[in-house]
């Protein structure tokens, strides 16, 4: 989601109209196990963006540390402990073991080798650490159906061909995300979310939320 289309205008049609209030749901659903009374004092997120998903956090930190592969304007002024730096995803610039918690909104569809991103993210986290993973299920048919009465048309009002660049970027399946997801996070406590159905499908489910207790 946040590393693709330079220069398009995605975000006008991702988070307006009802495709807007289902992401705001989704980013819910991340944060729900996490809160204010949690601290995480190192959390980045991988893929932030112009930072639509950090209003919607709620636990403490000290440090927040947003990471994109391009140069972004965050969308609102961030406070002192939030900043942002270039990045890859496939090779995060933090020591190993030195986050307590990473959080990754869309993000594995778009890389070239979504497996190393995993391990990189995994490795990157202390043990104990938490890790929280949005999965959109392209290309599952709800996932389908809902971008086709949503986004799609948004889009396609903008001059974007649609098609096109989703076929371009969503280059990764979900059904195989999801088998990576769990074979890099085999020695982890992992709980599946599916939306809206709580049992593990890409065909039938908008969105998965990974959310990864790292163990020792």
């Known amino acids: 989601m946040n590393q693709m289309w330079e220069g398009?205008?995605?975000d006008d049609y991702l988070y307006v109209g009802a495709q807007g209030?289902?992401?705001?749901?989704?980013?819910?659903?991340?944060?729900?196990?996490?809160?204010?009374?949690r601290s995480f004092p190192l959390t980045v997120e991988v893929g932030a963006g112009e930072g639509q998903h950090f209003p919607y956090v709620r636990h403490r930190y000290e440090r927040y540390v947003m990471t994109d592969v391009r140069p972004q304007q965050p969308?609102?002024?961030?406070?002192?402990?939030?900043?942002?730096q270039v990045g890859n995803a496939e090779d995060l610039p933090f020591a190993p073991g030195s986050i307590d918690r990473l959080v990754s909104t869309c993000v594995l569809h778009h890389l070239g080798d979504p497996e190393r991103a995993l391990r990189s993210w995994r490795a990157s986290v202390r043990p104990g650490g938490y890790l929280t993973i949005l999965l959109a299920t392209d290309p599952g048919l709800a996932?389908?159906?809902?971008?086709?009465?949503?986004?799609?048309?948004?889009?396609m009002r903008l001059g974007i061909d649609y098609d096109l660049?989703?076929?371009?970027?969503?280059?990764?399946?979900?059904g195989a995300l999801m088998v990576q997801i769990e074979r890099v996070f085999a020695a982890d406590t992992?709980?599946?979310v599916g939306i809206p159905f709580p049992f593990k499908t890409w065909n039938f489910n908008y969105s998965s939320v990974y959310q990864v207790h790292k163990q020792p």
């Open 190 to 192: 992992v709980r599946y």
């Open 21 to 37: 209030r289902v992401m705001g749901q989704l980013h819910r659903r991340m944060e729900k196990p996490f809160p204010a009374t």
């Open 8 to 10: 398009s205008n995605y």
């Open 75 to 84: 969308a609102q002024p961030l406070p002192p402990n939030v900043e942002f």
């Open 165 to 174: 660049e989703m076929a371009r970027e969503h280059r990764n399946h979900a």
């Open 143 to 155: 996932h389908r159906l809902g971008r086709h009465l949503t986004t799609r048309r948004a889009a």
